[in-house]
């Protein structure tokens, strides 16, 4: 069974379609990966497979369940790093964690191993407000993978991480974390790279559906002209 | 739904402990407001329907202003996603909202009502006290339950501040009139009446039709 | 769709108002109190049923915006509201002139009906400001709804609080209609007929207009390409929703075969 399966997923803003006839079946384990420019519907898009809004229009299935009937099934099966930390300000690292952990069912005992994980367990009782933000984006990261998600959504994961950190993350939100992903980058080199499935979206419709392989760098520069 | 509830709780009165953004503001604005009273009136000591007043109005827009506060770390910080991803049910937002309103309710209540006795009330605290505790809690309940959904309802709007008074003010009318005759004989100098059973009966089905209306509503507000 | 029956309903609203205001004037017997003046209760207290009945009316219809999702709902609902609205102006003026007329006072406390009016007006001015502070139709929409509900349940609430709070020692100057003699009682049914009529000739004429209004934004759109700014002649902009369900923007050839 694929991990996603959308059939002419449409979403609309007031007049305005921000997603028009977006097509795609992605299996598990793999990553797809959203080129656009901005306002193309690529955050749109990651939110309605996050359940956070109801598609309008075509079907969408997401881990077997269908979406708005059935999200709340599959909630706790997927988690979300968009450009929103979606962490409280007030609160320090641990504190936050463990709201999110205890609103998912998890143990707080895990809070502890992903804050190692992250790297922020020496200023996790420091609030969060006197962090950087490459700090508090690990944090995000790591209230994303919190639950252990089969499905991950990434809304340019790397931004404010620098290279070590980078590599920090990798075994959790990488290619080798074994999630199935869904990635909206405007990195070409290094999304293609992480890619099986490339996605490419311009003003809410899908122009580019193909998998890494079959897709030039040069291609997705096209997206953006 | 209770850990859930529970967690909410938690958080908001962890928030609210590191803040101190809306407990103090409501205390010291009621504390306040009797003083311009006094002035307002120009009396040194009231009692019956016009301390029942004063007291209500005083309580009706601190209250407010502990409402208007209500969502906005939520919606300025993502919370809401954060909570909308988790697979819980979401009327547990709105009994932890409520419930967090209610405890500010009470502790605006512990300060103001001993300095409404302190400043200007006539009959002493000891001998109101019974008869207004409860009167008090009915319309805590019913202020707790509009006040959530009004502020819920105001906080992604453009003008958040001024519409949740707008909004609120004539929907907790009621409340005010049910609590300020409840109350004025109870405040009254002379012989000590409890609250009329009816204006409590009155207090107590506006309190259950509203928290259910709320209870019915507010998944549509969180929702897109 | 929306445009059959206005001719009918027109008409026979204009022949029940005539009817009405023939009877008030020529039929309806001079009250002894208060003279002329009284027969201003045969508009004031209709305006108000039928207003306060809107109000309910619209909050019912967003029940079933909110159960169907369907945005015509939410246009009935705040056809409903705005209607009203306007005709809650009409209860306080008309219910002003009276007090006036009978007491010297321009407002007067001891009238629930028209204090707990007052209430319920103050409330349900704040939808049209509501709408316009979101941005998002769809959300504006929904939002919209759950006002009108909580406002609408609330309506019925507020008049038996004020009503108990009222002192029982006044007499209820304007109110009191269960006990009308003949003339004026038939006189009252009627003009409350007129009224009703006028109401919902006057829902049924906003609701074609929106109606219009937005199928004519949908094709422009369909002509001009979707990412361009479509205006329909606006001065400025205006709280009511704008859009029909985005099926509708398929179906604009549709429309033109079932006829406007």
Known sequence: MPALEVEGLARHYGERKALSGVSLSLQRGRTLVVFGPNGAGKTTLLRVLATLLRPQGGSVRVLGSRLPEESWAVRGRLGLLGHEPLLYRELTARENLRFHARLHGVADERVGELLELVAMDRRSREPLKTLSRGMVQRVALARAVLHDPELLLLDEPYANLDPAAVELVAPLIGVCSGRTRVICSHDPTGGLAEADLVLGLRAGRQVLLRPAADVARAEIAELYR | MRRTVGALLRKELLVELRTLESVPGMSLFAVTTFVVFHFALNRNVVEGDLAAGILWVTLLFAAILGVNRLFVADAEEGGFDGFLLAPVDRSAMLLAKALTLLIYLLVLELVAVPAFALLLLGPSLGHVLPGLVGVLALGDLGVAAIGTLVAALAVRTRARDLLGPLLALPLLVPIVIGGARASTPVLSMGHHAGPPSRWLLTLGLYDLVFGLIAYALFDFLLED | ?260
Request: glycine residues 8%; contains cysteine.
């Open chain 3, 1 to 260: 769709m929306y445009g059959k029956g206005l001719r009918a309903l027109s008409i026979s609203t204009a022949a029940v108002m005539t009817a009405a205001l023939g009877l008030v004037f020529f039929y309806a017997p001079l009250e002894a109190e208060q003279g002329f003046l009284q027969k201003i209760f045969y508009v004031h207290v209709p305006l108000a049923i039928v207003s306060l009945c809107g109000f309910v009316a619209g909050g019912i219809m967003a029940i079933q915006h909110l159960r169907t999702r369907d945005p015509a709902w939410d246009m009935r609902s705040y056809v409903a509201i705005h209607m009203s609205l306007i005709f809650g102006v009409g209860t306080l003026i008309t219910g002003s002139i009276w007090a006036k007329g009978s007491w010297g006072h321009w407002w007067v406390w001891n009238e629930p009906t028209l204090v707990s009016f007052l209430i319920v007006f103050l409330l349900y001015a704040t939808y049209q400001p509501l709408r316009f502070a979101i941005e998002d139709p769809e959300r504006q929409a929904r939002y919209a709804s759950v006002f009108a509900i909580t406002a609408g349940a609330f309506v019925p609430l507020n008049f038996i609080a004020v009503r108990m709070s009222t002192a029982y020692v006044h007499p209820r100057v304007l109110g009191a209609t269960s006990n009308l003699p003949g003339p004026m009682a038939l006189t009252f049914v009627v003009a409350l007929a007129g009224i009703a009529l006028l109401y919902t000739t006057l829902f049924r004429y906003e609701l074609t207009a929106k109606h219009a209004r937005a199928q004519l934004r949908a094709l422009r759109r369909r002509l001009a390409g979707d990412d361009a700014l479509v205006s329909v002649s606006r001065r400025g902009r205006s709280a009511a929703p704008t859009t029909l369900h985005p099926a509708a923007m398929m179906t604009a050839r549709g429309a033109g075969r079932d006829g406007l």
